[in-house]
């Protein structure tokens, strides 16, 4: 029983063919890494799941519906959320503020509604928990290592309960210490039952957490297949294309 | 009530070091000259703070969401023209003539935004614009001269005093307590903050970014349109050439509060704090007997030296996430 499933899905850029009949699934608490070099089509899939691009046919199924998403709030809404590479934090608040920008836990005075800080530091605190990340709510982002901002990202995705999140480089920028915490992250949400999707130039990092490796190269799906049955070394030559499909 | 205020990472460190400098100053001209440490100056001290107060508040929240306005004096000065213009050559009574003034600040504000959202034009070119257009039709209209009103009723309240303070202290006293409130503990709060500090995410979350903007410099012309009715207030007339500097004024204030000129960093006791910094200054400067000109020069030597301070911290707070 797959969550999500795309079904052919092909997407053009005026002459340039970004994907080309691309079919995939995830389920439940799998864990799927998305591999292919630069300008292989990797992004736009992903963009098309998150509802940034409409994808010029085929078919996206979500919980056994088709779905069609004209915005990312369409995706959001189901469910799917993304974290971005750049993670789209703001340095100047406080995690437990950045988790809950624009859905924020009121309370009223009289007539006004105004922020309620307890309620959101300690959703947050057990968001972190559930997360098994040290990141404390109240802490300004700017402060946070890398790892800790990747926690309050992927926190932002557990509010809204999403039960297929999509990882855009989650390891690229951050040191080596942080990224066995990002994994550990990773793993967690799987063991939520939430569907992953990692995009990863880091080779390692996705043969650690993925249950499943697909690679696309020049907007075709050339491999999908369990990772315990794959290598980096076969997952290199699918990407360069000495190997041609797996 | 057990809620929780966010916690910054260096919370009241420019606060307090602001407050102290404030304590510092203030004894320095009380014990150097003779007449500073009366009621009588205070009071003085307290009314000029409160006109640049009101504009500083909604200033402070127009440069944490990386914006400026520089028209804020030649807003001033038109907005009081425009009051008097109306009510003597128009016989437009007072309540109409404020509401029509305070709909014009509005209206300017939104013009800002839109040019600034829509059009992509820099707040810094359009205020500056403005700067020139307002303070030049000002005198254009009225020929420099004042524009005498004369309600005594009107004159007495906003221009007077009320329980042995300035009327306009009461309401520099309010706005701060209102934005204050917003700054901390509004949802329009934590977006202009948000605006500042990531304006692409902020974006991206969902946040419409253009209307916070547009709500920030709204309120700076809005606030600018009050000032300028309240000091038709005090000198019976609209005036072209009052408010002058008052931008600098304005905007030194908020900067030696804390605010970063780039956005992302500010809060609202800091500017109370720079504003009565920067009208004890004045003040004291000028019961030194110092030349009025020179007074300025000094002015400017102290706003540098703050903002000197101010951009090591802010450098110091801003420089990055820490690595391990």
Known sequence: MSILKLNNI???????????????????????????????????????????????????????????????????????????????????????????????????????????????????????????????????????????????????????KAKVVLLDEPTAAISVRQVAEVLDLIKQLKAQGIAVLIISHRMPDVFAVSDRIAVLRRGKLVANKNANESSPEEVTALITGAIEKA | MANKKPKTSISNIHEIGLLVALIIVMLTFGFTTDNFFTERNFMSILRSASYVGLVAFPMTFVLISREIDISVGPSVAWSGVFFAGLIKWYGISYPMAAAIVLLWGIFLGYFVGIARTKFFIPTFITTLALWSALRGFSLWITDGMPVLISDKTFRYFFGGDLAGVPVVTWIMLITFFVFWFISRYTVLGTNIYAVGGNPKAARSIGINVDNVKI??????????????????????????????????????????????????????????????????????????????????????????IAVVINSNLSFKRNSGPKED
């Not at chain 1, 850029?13 to 995939?24: E, M, R, T």
């Not at chain 1, 993304?82 to 789209?88: E, G, M, N, P, T």
């Not at chain 1, 040290?134 to 790892?147: A, D, H």
């Not at chain 2, 204030?253 to 780039?262: D, M, Q, R, S, Y």
């Open chain 1, 10 to 160: 092909s997407k053009s850029f005026g002459a340039i063919q970004a994907l080309d009949d691309v079919s995939l699934s995830l389920k439940p608490g799998e864990v799927l890494g998305l591999m292919g070099d630069n300008g292989a089509g990797k992004s736009t899939l992903v963009k098309i799941i998150a509802g940034n691009f409409k994808q010029t046919s085929g078919q996206i199924n979500f919980e056994d519906e088709k779905v069609e998403f004209s915005k990312p709030m369409d995706a959001r809404v189901r469910g799917i959320e993304i974290v971005y590479q750049d993670l789209a934090l703001c340095d100047n608040l406080t995690a437990s503020s950045n988790i809950f920008l624009t859905r924020e836990i009121k309370r009223k005075i009289g007539p006004f509604p105004i922020l309620n800080f307890k309620a959101m530091i300690d959703r947050a605190k057990d968001i972190f928990k559930e997360l098994k990340s040290e990141t404390l709510p109240e802490e300004e982002v700017k402060m946070m290592s890398g790892g800790q901002r990747q926690a309050v990202a992927i926190g932002r995705t557990k509010l809204s």
């Open chain 2, 215 to 304: 709500i920030t410099l709204v309120a700076t012309s809005f606030f600018a349109a009050i000032v300028g009715i309240l000091f038709v207030a005090r000198v019976a007339s609209g005036n072209s050439t009052v408010g002058e500097g008052m931008e600098f004024d304005v905007i030194a204030a908020v900067v030696v509060g804390g605010t970063a000129l780039g956005g992302a960093v500010g809060r609202m006791t800091g500017t109370l704090l720079g504003v009565l910094f920067i009208s004890v200054i004045g003040n004291g400067l000028i019961h030194w007997g110092i030349d009025p000109d020179l007074n300025k020069v000094v002015r400017g030597v102290i706003i540098f």
